[in-house]
């Protein structure tokens, strides 16, 4: 069962755009949605995009995710230092008819 | 509305067993778009999967730890319940279930409960 494999740590100063990577394989990535998941300390992780690239009602449209092959990225325009939090992604892996998750992204606004 | 929440022992012994309680409310554990998985968080790390079980009452281990979990529910009372056996101080985490909504080709977690912190000591 493997992690999907994203970039410890990113950052970037307030209105700037930055961009998460989660690469997987076939069975996970491959062959589901993506979903993204926003965790501000001490709290439970929040949906953020679900089926690659749909926002919860509530989430505003600075956050943007995309699928390609085995690859996923989350997008966030207009940096806020409220979105200073760790993000994950994951996706259905078929080979284990469990989910996998990402190890995590801490971003941090400078 | 939908909430999931958490419940058991806030510390638990090496070796002893972990059972914890998910209660959920806003949707049925019957609903065939819908199941509950069981995923933690050591302090300071990543999420991770445990166990899944499906509105059919289908279930599904994390490959490393299939040995020591059992996943079941009772959908007249709303609950999920997870047991953990031989714990040991590495699995000292936040304990969290979820709501997987889905169909055929699609899916995703869409629910947290807050969680609950097990210290094993």
């Known amino acids: 069962q493997s992690v999907l494999t994203q970039p410890p740590s990113a950052s970037g100063t307030p209105g700037q755009r930055v961009t998460i990577s989660c690469s997987g394989i076939s069975s996970e990535i491959g062959s589901n949605t993506v979903s993204w998941y926003q965790q501000l300390p001490g709290t439970a992780p929040k949906l953020l995009i679900y089926i690659n690239n749909q926002r919860p009602s509530g989430v505003p449209d600075r956050f943007a995710g995309s699928k390609s092959g085995t690859s996923a990225s989350l997008a966030i325009s207009g940096l806020q230092s409220g979105d200073e939090a760790d993000y994950y992604c994951?996706?259905?892996?078929?080979?284990?008819?469990?989910?996998?998750f990402g190890g995590g992204t801490k971003l941090t606004v400078l | 509305q939908v909430t999931l929440k958490e419940s058991g022992p806030v510390l638990v012994k090496p070796t002893e067993s972990l059972t914890l309680t998910c209660t959920v409310s806003g949707f049925s554990l019957s609903n065939v778009r819908m199941g509950v998985s069981w995923i933690r968080q050591p302090p300071g790390k990543a999420l991770e999967w445990l166990a899944h079980?499906?509105?059919?009452?289908?279930?599904s281990y994390s490959t490393s730890l299939k040995s020591r979990l059992t996943v079941s529910k009772d959908t007249s009372k709303s609950q999920v319940i997870l047991t953990m056996t031989n714990m040991d101080p590495v699995d000292t985490a936040t304990y969290f279930c979820?709501?997987?909504?889905?169909?055929?080709?699609?899916?995703?977690?869409?629910?947290w409960g807050k969680g609950t912190t097990v210290t094993v000591s």
């Open positions: 994951a996706a259905w892996d078929d080979s284990v008819t469990g989910w996998v």
């Open positions: 979820a709501r997987s909504y889905g169909d055929y080709d699609y899916n995703y977690v869409d629910v």
């Open positions: 079980i499906f509105s059919d009452d289908r279930k």
